[in-house]
């Protein structure tokens, strides 16, 4: 059972470049997050999809797009990507925001992203 | 939004010392967690408490929802405790299941 599985673990990017951080998980989860984690800033909501078929902007969405590919698969795309989006990504996935039980919120390893 | 803050934000024990972290949170919540990110990046649930107490070996939890806090009490603290302590929070009144974290603790346990 891997849980929340990210890729690549590692970028190294230009400014202006795209790409896309992969995130799937194998938990049946309904509802799956991308964090961001800069020093001395916690963790910071980008994105999450409640449920298959839904997206909503977290607090730093400016920058970024996401697809809910299907209940497994939530990506992270960087159009244009810029220094300031330098830091590691985290992806993560829950039963269901809804659900009233134990609702343990599970991370992937993390992506380490540098823009220059 | 929910606001969510940590304290102390720094944290520095000696082997064996005994501590309590602070969570405060500006609404009502129906789910609260406690995480360990370890000094190799890693975040690891500790505790799903969104009201009342747990305990697992050295650490315990407790969350008073009425008064929007909730405390992680590390005893006989060993240099492995070392890392960053976090609380996310879900908000009850429905933003939709956005999940926010707190700004962390930051821990160093010296030998």
């Known amino acids: 059972n891997a849980g929340v599985t990210q890729t690549p673990k590692f970028q190294v990017l230009k400014t202006g470049q795209s790409m896309t951080l992969q995130c799937a998980q194998d938990m049946n989860h309904n509802s799956m997050y991308w964090y961001r984690q800069d020093p001395g800033m916690g963790l910071r909501l980008i994105y999450y999809s409640a449920s298959e078929g839904t997206t909503d902007k977290g607090e730093v969405p400016n920058g970024y797009n996401v697809s809910r590919l299907n209940k497994r698969e939530f990506s992270l795309r960087l159009e244009s990507a810029a220094p300031s989006q330098t830091s590691v990504y985290f992806c993560a996935s829950i039963r269901a925001f809804f659900f009233s039980g134990a609702n343990v919120l599970t991370f992937g390893a993390g992506s380490r992203l540098t823009v220059l | 939004g929910i606001q969510v803050e940590q304290s102390p934000p720094d944290l520095i024990l000696q082997e064996g010392a005994n501590s309590t972290l602070r969570c405060n949170f500006s609404?009502?919540?129906?789910?609260l967690q406690w995480f360990h990110q370890n000094p190799w990046g890693q975040l690891i649930n500790l505790f799903y408490?969104?009201?009342g107490t747990k305990q697992n070996g050295r650490l315990s939890a407790t969350t008073v929802a009425t008064e929007r806090y909730s405390l992680l009490y590390i005893s006989s603290s060993q240099t492995t405790d070392s890392g960053v302590y976090f609380c996310a929070v879900l908000p009850l009144y429905n933003q939709g299941g956005k999940l926010i974290f707190g700004q962390g603790t930051e821990l160093s346990v010296k030998p």
């Open positions: 408490i969104p009201s």
């Open positions: 609404d009502s919540v129906n789910n």
